[in-house]
């Protein structure tokens, strides 16, 4: 049995705006006031884990620790078949020390070069982790195609060369509303909310 979030208040272990923005908004109907460890000022821990759980893991058992708070972190990436998986857990490295995603998806795009492979996945872990350092984690999963050049402006990341399987525009395309009920990241939050949250 996992154990329940029984606060009001929770920290999203991230510095990325589009990131806290999504959890927020995905955490709503819960009756969750949440906090990002940038507004709290908590330093980015070494990410050294060798998959999405365990990097989830570090960040959200550091900024649990270090808030007194329990903590929510997500690790996530884009999984291309064509490259072996890559970029995976090193997804925002490929952007740059800027964090540039356009960089990013121009790398991927030229490692494709002569491969009509375009299969790949967005995979999301979250842990949800207490001051006391127990923690529970989740992993989802979407997969569909990419595209090139990158279409829309509604999403952050790889979102604007990634068209979900079933669909003809990218997530950067999307309503929000309709991203959130088919991401990665819903499928690992439907998972986190079955086990650990009520509705309020």
């Given at each position: 049995?996992?154990?329940?979030?029984?606060?009001?208040?929770?920290?999203?272990?991230?510095?990325?705006?589009?990131?806290?923005?999504?959890?927020?908004?995905?955490?709503?109907?819960?009756?969750?006031?949440?906090?990002?460890?940038?507004?709290?000022?908590?330093?980015?821990?070494?990410?050294?884990?060798?998959?999405?759980?365990?990097?989830?893991?570090?960040k959200a058992v550091a900024a649990a620790t270090a808030s007194n708070l329990p903590a929510l972190a997500d690790d996530s990436g884009l999984e291309v078949a064509a490259l072996?998986?890559?970029?995976?857990?090193?997804?925002?490295?490929?952007?740059?020390?800027?964090?540039?995603?356009?960089?990013?998806?121009?790398?991927?795009?030229?490692?494709?070069?002569?491969?009509?492979?375009?299969?790949?996945?967005?995979?999301?872990?979250?842990?949800l982790a207490w001051p006391d350092g127990h923690k529970e984690s989740f992993e989802g999963k979407v997969h569909g195609d990419l595209t090139w050049p990158m279409r829309g402006s509604k999403g952050f990341g790889y979102d604007p060369v990634f068209i979900p399987t079933g669909h003809d525009v990218t997530f950067a395309e999307m309503d929000p509303a309709e991203k959130h009920a088919m991401s990665h990241r819903a499928d690992a939050f439907k998972q986190l909310i079955n086990a650990c949250f009520k509705k309020s």
């Open positions: 049995m996992a154990r329940q979030f029984e606060g009001h208040k929770l920290v999203i272990a991230s510095h990325n705006q589009g990131k806290v923005r999504e959890i927020g908004e995905l955490l709503a109907p819960y009756g969750v006031e949440t906090v990002s460890a940038g507004e709290l000022g908590l330093p980015e821990p070494v990410e050294d884990g060798l998959t999405f759980i365990a990097n989830a893991e570090i072996g998986g890559e970029p995976g857990i090193y997804s925002a490295r490929w952007a740059g020390p800027e964090k540039d995603f356009t960089v990013a998806m121009a790398a991927v795009n030229k490692k494709l070069c002569g491969t009509n492979n375009k299969a790949a996945n967005f995979t999301c872990a979250l842990t």
